[in-house]
């Protein structure tokens, strides 16, 4: 148990720091570019972050997690259509926003289980879709494009690329952090619990149904920030953030990472984007290569990357 | 001029719901006899399409296509059982969900590969050209008659089949309490092939009927599939009349929504503000339906018989 601690600490502070070396090496390498590469990595750590705390401690597999993050990257974008620039009130409002998105459609999809929480949570997703596409005032189908990044205190700080990087950076380690300390409260302990045995859960007198829903909506304001961050990252918001295929790349970072370490979230999210990158430069239609692919990870790999990091025979 | 337009969205609900029905109605065995969740489901729609196209390129021939779309389709069905998720019935759900998302990744792909993304079409028969006129000068195409026709000739063999058949017998049984059916002997494997073939053979058939009305085009099969989940949610899962109930009103809802919600909100709403409103409000009505049976039967309307 504590090994296991130290061991998520001991990762998480080499990711970080080698996040934190990146934008130095690769402007004295010539790939400026990685900069803003490795932030879109970075915002994706973050989502798969809040994914891991309802999917790999919870075991609540939730299809529609990128509505989300459509939801917060809204809230930015149409903020800033209205001319509200100032990301302390709209990151916020971001995170209100999905996290109300997530309390209500949580309220309902939490009702049920298994096989029907997949497909509700997957329709509810493509429901925040299809309202997207249909807001004409706000770009429809084509999506909005916001004039700039928001402001921090009135200043145009996030405009430089490399502040914006160590910004994301900060976010992310913020949610770790966050996220690290759910996990191990009395709460993080009882959303376990209920994964492992519901109804003995209910029975030593803890509602099983009140936690996942908070855990629920703490996930989706944790996504709603990514959200926000990754509108600001592309100046752009559209539906297709929301798609359900977003969705399960979510899904597919957390279990490729490992579920329920945290790390592994974040291991996923820069191993998954990688990968795509990798399999983009061979062809345009690499999906025709990660499909098969990802069904054999399935078939042969579960437990993902951070299975390589824990002792031998080892499980949780 | 109202009740004409009334009359022919009606059609048009009655249209996607035989659709959505013919697409669910295979999932929903899938579910019911295997606790499977098959994401790929709406891919093998788009397949049917796409076969439909190349066969009527071949043979010309709306029906030929026909035969010849559901044989294929019914073999890619029983290959990618093999292949793929018969090694998937034992593991959790996610990983069901996983393992089916990379089909539909690599089909979808494929298919670009394959017949190019630009959308695809290809006429129905010529018997059934022309439309049945409402009113003057208009009228509703016999083609889309003819869909809602085949569509509901479809369920009601497949109600006859499930309910008065011994494969029937077996497919309730294996949905009501599928441990207890393998216990007594039967190979519920076998069963489930037989399920899932048909399944996907059902899915095609919608595919190769709606290619001549939508274009046929890589991921067309994703948003049916999604509406086909809402549908079983709601019918309640491993139920054909649950599906069929839920699927005419899930088209009925949606088709209805989209064409007067504007309307309706402009009675009591600025004509400008009712054109942002109402068309966001239209494609959210499916799933506050779905929200609302949810609420009160957790389980959906018609749960199958033993399962709570």
Redesign the interface.
Known sequence: MSENLTRGWVIAAVLLLAFAALPPLAEATGHSYLTVVASRVMIYAIAALSLDLI?GYGAM?S?GHAAFIGIGAYAVGISAEHGLWEGTLTFPLAMAAAGLFALVTGA?SL??R???F???T???G??AY??A?????YGGDDGLTIWGRSELFASPLLENEWSFYFFVLACLSLCWWFASRVVGSRFGRVIAGVRENRARMAAIGFDPYRHQLVAYVISGMIAGLAGALLANHSEFVSPAYMS?QRS?DL??MV?LGGMGTLYGAVLGAVAYLALEDVLAGFTE????I??????LI??YA?GGIARAFRGEGRDG | MTGTLFAVQVLNGLQLGVLLFLVAAGLTLV?GVM?F?NLAHGVQYMLGAYLAVTFYGLTGNFFATVVLALAAALVLGLVLEML?FR??YD?D???Q???T??????????V??VWGAAPLSYPGPDILDGAIPIMEGFGYPIYRIALIVAGLACALGLWLVVTRTRVGMLIRAGAANPAMLSALGVDVRRLFMIVFGFGAMLAGFAGVMAGPIFSVEPGMG??VL?LA??V??IGG?GSIRGAFLAALLVGLVDTLGRSFMTDIFKLFLEPSAA??VG??I???LI?VL??GV??FR??GLFPAAGRS
């Open positions: 999917l597999v299809f309902i009702r049920t298994g096989v029907y997949i497909m509700i997957l329709a509810f493509q429901m299809y309202t596409s249909s807001l004409s005032a359900w399960g899904i597919i279990v239609h690499w999906r025709v990660f499909g098969p692919l990802l069904i399935v078939l579960r | 579910f606790d969740i793929v090694h998937f593991r759900h996610l990983d969900v996983l393992a998302f990379g089909v539909i990744l690599f089909l979808n792909e494929g670009r590969i994703d948003g999604i989940f809402v079983i949610v899962i054109n942002q068309p966001a239209a494609s959210m799933y779905m929200a949810l609420f957790p389980t």
